[in-house]
């Protein structure tokens, strides 16, 4: 399984990004997708998570300014980034838990897992 993510780059204050991100694999079922960011210096903080019934959850600085959507029949998920801060600058990473068959060393298992993508950065100059 990969999460390949893409859409990041420099931008203005006030301007806008969209990011994406595309699991691939042997996937059963995706039960979130969900995208991270991490500044330099600081923790890796939740940014947005959408459940497969569609449940959304924003982090309160992003909120009203970002929305995160999903394609679940391409296993894709977006983040539309409007309004963007100079303390939005991060790298941003999708997240996916899921449902897919893993090898142990001898056999297959069927679990799920937390699954990261590589990172793509934003830089917001003010």
């Known amino acids: 399984v990969q999460l390949q993510a893409s859409g990041g780059g420099l931008v203005q204050a006030g301007g806008s990004l969209r990011l994406s991100c595309e699991a691939s694999?042997?996937?059963?079922?995706?039960?979130?997708m969900g995208w991270y960011r991490q500044a330099p210096g600081k923790a890796r903080e939740l940014v947005a998570r959408?459940?497969?019934?569609?449940?959304?959850t924003y982090s309160d600085s992003v909120n009203g300014r970002f929305t995160i959507s999903r394609d679940s029949a391409k296993n894709r998920v977006y983040l539309q980034m409007n309004s963007l801060k100079p303390g939005d600058t991060a790298v941003y990473y999708c997240?996916?838990?899921?449902?897919?068959?893993?090898?142990?060393?001898?056999?297959?298992?069927?679990?799920?897992?937390?699954?990261w993508g590589q990172g793509t950065q934003v830089t917001v100059s003010s």
């Open positions: 959408i459940e497969s019934n569609s449940t959304l």
């Open positions: 694999g042997r996937i059963l079922n995706i039960n979130h």
């Open positions: 997240n996916a838990l899921l449902v897919a068959p893993h090898f142990t060393g001898t056999h297959y298992e069927i679990g799920a897992d937390i699954y």
